[in-house]
């Protein structure tokens, strides 16, 4: 396969450094942001 992976609820450096030796692809938690808003949307 020439999948990616993706590791999701990243919430410490730690898990960041173990997740890179998995050799792990993108990374997302609060390790890096809080979820963020979006505008309300007009139709």
């Known amino acids: 396969f020439d999948a ?4 999701e609820a990243v919430e410490h450096a730690a898990q ?3 997740y890179m030796e ?3 692809d993108y990374f ?9 808003r979006t505008p309300p949307k007009t139709l």
């Not at 997302?28 to 963020?36: D, E, R």
């Open 4 to 7: 990616k992976v993706i590791a």
């Open 16 to 18: 960041q450094e173990a």
């Open 22 to 24: 998995m050799n792990t």
């Open 28 to 36: 997302q938690g609060y390790h890096f942001s809080a979820p963020m």
